[in-house]
């Protein structure tokens, strides 16, 4: 067996031949096509990264339990994908070295293929738990409407196998600690002690007047509605009934548990997994919306190539494509750590790493 050569192992043959210029096969070759062409493929790559790096994540989740050497596996993986989704918004910047008039120069030889027909990225949200229901339609039509064949059977497949999103709901629901001792009974006093503290300094602030004070009022009983419903498992079924929440009760409350405990070292990895998820999350949002961006920029109110309604389908779709709606919830039950009730002191230890000799 010889050496291995650069070339022969990253199969530059193949890469470097695999960009077909429509407007040349047309006769009207356009210099910008090939900017064009290369900055999706690149997409389409780091797709398949971070699809390779989410089912590793999956499969570590395949066990009853999760270990944990196995969660700062699992921590790193999250973590390569935020660093990969700075890159796919670089490649925007990149993409934007194109005006509009020379994008025009070579459009209409692309129709109707788009962007929404990458099975890749409809295989990520999947895997990240982007539910069906949630998206928004193309045309009236189902979001797999506009892939073909194989490509369809395989992203409507992945609508039934297991997301990371109900993975790590399933992985909350096991915590510990949740019903050792009265934590609940005691958050619930100083979440009140907190809200009646925030309502007063709305009664009293000379800065409102009183159609302002009453808003704030009215919006105050509001929020102390979805305080409820975190003591309440009745009125958490009626938030999911609603749409409002996607977890279980108890995984709500083991994410805020770990969200409120996270200074303990036991809890370290298990916030840092919640905060990474939420960063991808962001982050997903935020080439979603500067993709719509572009869009505008580059073509106005037109039409996408692919027949949707171009800029507004796509910020519609990117305020609705979200797989973990329920931990940017959190922040609003969180209270100062000078008010967080203490753990008991065998939970406590138990949290602690320790050596002896």
Known sequence: MGDIYYHDYLQLDRILSSQTLESKKAGDLQHDEMLFIIVHQAYELWFKEILWELE??????????LDEADM?????????????????LLQIEVLETMTSLDFLDFRDHLVPASGFQSMQ??????????????????????????????????????????????LVAGWL???PFLDEF?????????????????????????????????????AFDQTFRQY??????????????????RLSHRAFQAALFVSLYRDQTALHQPYEMLELLMDIDEGFTTWRYRHALMTQRMIGRRVGTGGSAGAAYLTRNAEKSRAFPDLFAL???????????????????AMRFRFES
């Open 72 to 88: 700062a596996k699992v921590n790193g993986r999250l973590r390569r994908v935020t660093e990969i989704q700075k890159l796919l």
């Open 173 to 175: 629901e096991r915590t």
């Open 56 to 65: 590793d994540v999956i499969d570590a989740f395949g066990s009853d339990e």
């Open 228 to 245: 409820e419903a975190v003591f309440d498992a009745d009125k958490h079924a009626d938030l999911v009934a609603a749409g409002g929440r």
């Open 121 to 166: 990225f409809r295989l990520i949200e999947n895997r990240l738990g982007v539910r069906a229901e949630d998206r928004v339609n193309f045309g009236g039509a189902r979001y797999t409407q506009r892939l073909h064949g194989k490509e369809r059977e395989t992203v409507i497949g992945s609508e039934d196998e297991p997301s990371i999103h109900d």
């Open 331 to 349: 922040p609003t039950f969180l209270i100062p750590r000078a008010q967080l009730p203490p753990l008991p002191q065998a939970i406590s230890e």
């Open 182 to 218: 009265d934590f609940w009974t005691v958050y619930q006093d100083a979440i009140g002690n907190m809200l009646e503290a925030d309502r007063e300094i709305v009664r009293s602030n000379p800065e409102l007047d009183e159609e302002e004070r009453e808003a704030q009022l009215r």
